[in-house]
């Protein structure tokens, strides 16, 4: 099975490059954006025998490396492949 | 007295730092592998200097603080050893939560390398002892992602303890409260950002002054 993480600034950390691009994207004529945030996606394969297992194993992953819980926050989902 | 200085993968100021405290005199210096687990209690301070430890992969220090070494440094610490992290240094301390906070990308997204000026915010650490409060020291920074984050009621604490050591007088990278440079509430644990073994030579010398104040604090200097 797969699993995707993404991780993301906390919304109380300021996000430059979000910052940014929302400022590039406004310039081109979107203005209808907001609240833009750059984050990272990490993809795995895994190799547990139940979701449940393998949801619980991702989050202790996130917690103890992936993401910093002092600036950032985790989504994690496990795929079907 | 003995000073170790860690080498991680990609750590590149090792050398000069482990120069500065070698023409400082009093310190016997060796170099450490961030894989060993040596026995740490012959050490008076350990160092963990600047660089790209694992090419920042994933965030910077990330997987230096999960480095095997890292668990001896802990215990090293939590017994009052002193440790100092430099730039990525810092970045290790606070990743292994050996320090509180955490650092982000420069607000303005540039690798900033500069001299700049920091203020002394308190002597009453190993750190600073000899140097005047509100003292300004001229020192260079060189990193990307130098933002110190933290959040209120942890910044209201390290301010209740003492423990912000470091002021920018102009703030370069968007750090919170102009923070440079802070220890733990033992003291004996410090990161910052600027590099003090960069400015311990005669054409520029205020790192001289933290190195002096910990050598007082080690008894070295009367």
Redesign the interface.
Known sequence: MKARVHIFYKDSVFDPQGNTVEDSLKKLGFAKVKNLRIGRVIDMELDYSTKEEAKREVAKMCDKLLANPVIESFKHEILDS | MKAGVITFPGSNCDDDVSDSLKKLGGFEVEKLWHKDTPDLSSFSLIVLPGGFSYGDY??CG??AA?SPIMEKVREFADLGGYVIGICNGFQIL??SGLL???L??????NFICKDLVVKVETNESPWTRSIQRGEPLSLPIAHGEGRF???DVGYQEMVKNSQVILTYQENPN?SIHNIAGICNKTKNVFGLMPHPERASDLRSHDGLKIWNSLKTQLGLVT
Request: glycine content about 10%; aromatic content about 0%.
């Open positions: 994933l965030r990330a997987m999960r606070c990743e509180p906070g955490a982000a990308k420069n607000l303005n997204l984050v933290i959040d968007g």
